[in-house]
């Protein structure tokens, strides 16, 4: 098989080790080789300079809606909330090209109510998208009479909810709605846990015998600690859950994604000065704390960043959602493997996530320093799928 050599000015290789300076990056076919310092001399067919570029694995987003727009139109959003399968389709591809253009090559879909996004993994994913990765949940299953209807199905009792994800079909991942959301009005505000700590942990041992990880919508101390203690994978927004939950989070390696930038898009989009703005705001820095804090205790967190909502954009929210990530403690490397190694742990997607010796040769490539990879990246960048580049964004 063909083999070229990559020299890489700077490189991060997903793990979260510090940046590596002058490196060289050996593909062999779509693999890389090996990965070495460089001294000048290479044996490849080609050689491609990125000295002047700083090197990282492509992207994951651990949370995203593909069968919904970032559109605030309310007209928009019904009809993508409750539309047909033509519509849904035409809104996922769009979607699929914003994440490979922003250098995202796999998503896990957290759930549309028609289930429209396992449809179209199932039936409609072109050659051309093959260089993502969809992990879908089909729909999503909350408590009868709670917050859950625009992502899935309602479920009486812990019987039918286990019932049901024993007979779901090829889905990649159970959703589960365990609280309701987040209080534009009031802060801080908590909702009741949807489910019991019997129901949950009979929902997680459903999904397990099925070899299937649960991800948890969750908000609030209790509703977060019952998820927690029942065993699942990760925990969804996790908005004011509380000290002693991340560090049961991090005791019990549960994966957080923390999904702050959906609340930078509210503070946002809001008018100026309203309480909605206001609110978000705060629901935002107390986000931030707590991802200092879990920094610190240990919790992995995954980059998710809710895109489909209103307000997220799919694809470039990534790199939004990495700089609040910076914002609240994490150093660019660990903003990194936040975006890469730890999502393609969760999404089971062993040759993604770090650049190194057997692994998928996909990368991106951004002009200037490490510390300047996130202003750099918004200017534009280059993404190499199976070490060719896919196109210039």
């Known amino acids: 098989m063909k083999t070229h050599d990559i020299h890489a000015g700077w490189l991060m290789d997903g793990t979260g080790n510090p940046a590596q300076r002058r490196m060289l990056i050996r593909v062999n076919g779509h693999t890389v080789d090996s990965v070495v310092p460089f001294t000048g001399i290479t044996r490849g067919d080609a050689v491609l300079d990125l000295s002047g ?25 019904q009809r993508q909330i409750a539309g047909d399968a033509v ?14 253009a922003s250098g995202v090559v796999a998503v896990r879909d957290a759930g549309d ?89 009979q929902a997680v041992t459903a999904a397990s015998a099925r070899n299937l990880p ?48 959906t609340m930078k898009a509210y503070a946002d989009g809001f008018p100026s000065g309203s309480i909605e703005s206001q609110t978000a ?15 610190s205790a240990g919790v992995r967190m995954a980059v998710g960043t809710d895109a489909g909502t209103r307000g997220i954009p799919h694809g470039r929210s990534v790199l939004q959602e990495m700089a609040l990530l910076v914002e609240g403690g994490l150093s660019i490397e660990q903003a990194v493997r936040s975006a890469a190694r730890i999502p393609s742990v969760l ?38 799928i199976g070490g060719q580049e896919r196109r210039s964004a």
């Not at 519509?87 to 490979?100: F, P």
């Open 281 to 295: 705001t705060r629901n935002l820095d107390h986000q931030l704390e707590q991802i200092q804090f879990a920094n």
């Open 113 to 201: 109510q028609p289930g429209h996004t396992l449809q179209y993994k199932r039936h409609s994913l072109r050659k051309d998208e093959a260089g993502i990765c969809i992990r879908c949940a089909g729909t999503a299953w909350y408590k009868s009479g709670r917050y859950g209807r625009i992502i899935g199905a309602p479920v009486q009792d812990h019987h039918e909810l286990a019932e049901k994800i024993e007979a779901a079909g090829d889905i990649d991942q159970v959703k589960l709605v365990q609280s309701g959301l987040n209080s534009m009005k009031r802060f801080g505000r908590q909702t009741p846990a949807q489910f019991t700590s019997e129901e949950l942990q």
């Open 87 to 100: 519509h849904a389709r035409e809104t996922i591809r769009s979607n699929l090209v914003r994440h490979l």
């Open 53 to 77: 570029y700083t090197v990282i694995p492509c992207l994951m987003d651990s949370h995203v809606h593909l069968a919904w727009s970032h559109s605030g139109d309310p007209q928009i959003r």
């Open 347 to 384: 999404m089971g997607l062993d040759r993604l996530g770090t650049i190194a010796q057997g692994k998928d040769a996909d990368f991106i490539a951004v002009r200037g320093e490490p510390s300047r990879l996130l202003v750099s990246a918004a200017s534009g960048i280059r993404v190499f």
């Open 214 to 261: 649960t991800m948890v919508h969750a908000n609030g101390e209790m509703p977060i600690r019952i998820a927690i203690e029942a065993g699942c994978n990760s925990i969804e927004h996790g908005f004011f859950m509380g000290k002693d939950n991340l560090s049961r989070m991090a005791d019990n390696a549960t994966v957080w994604v923390p999904t702050a930038v």
